[in-house]
């Protein structure tokens, strides 16, 4: 049985940093491409960032153009478990953020193009707060 399970998510203070994690069960994250993706009060699900599966030709990360400089994502596939490390955090990056995966992906250019709704593996979220 698959399971992803988010944790970390916190209050935190404009311009603090936070790490979320997204441990992983029964699939292994190292092999595919793994998704942060999170929904903002009132507004669509968004993806965030993007780690390649190991074996993938694309580059290793990715990153959406409003957390670029600011999160760095980043795995460790001896635990199986993905990091998000959010520094700067600015008010309209409250959200729940989730973790994501999909057998078929390997490759960020790929999974980043795909319907989120189409993906196969998800956890079920962890609330990150930015507020004074």
């Known amino acids: 049985q698959v399971q992803f399970v988010e944790s970390g998510g916190a209050l935190v203070q404009p311009g603090g940093s936070l790490r979320i994690s997204c441990a992983a069960s029964?699939?292994?994250?190292?092999?595919?491409?793994t998704v942060w993706f999170r929904q903002g009060p009132g507004k669509e699900r968004e993806w965030v960032s993007c780690?390649?599966?190991?074996?993938?030709?694309?580059?290793?990360?990715y990153y959406a153009d409003f957390v670029k400089g600011r999160f760095t994502i980043s795995r460790d596939g001896a635990i199986n478990t993905a990091y998000l490390q959010m520094n700067s955090l600015k008010l309209e990056d409250t959200a729940v953020y989730y973790c994501?995966?999909?057998?078929?992906?390997?490759?960020?250019?790929?999974?980043?193009?795909?319907?989120?709704?189409?993906?196969?593996?998800w956890g079920q979220g962890t609330q990150v707060t930015v507020s004074s």
């Open positions: 029964g699939f292994p994250l190292d092999d595919f491409a």
């Open positions: 994501a995966a999909d057998p078929r992906f390997i490759h960020c250019s790929s999974v980043t193009q795909t319907p989120s709704d189409h993906l196969q593996h």
């Open positions: 780690i390649s599966g190991r074996t993938s030709a694309d580059g290793p990360t």
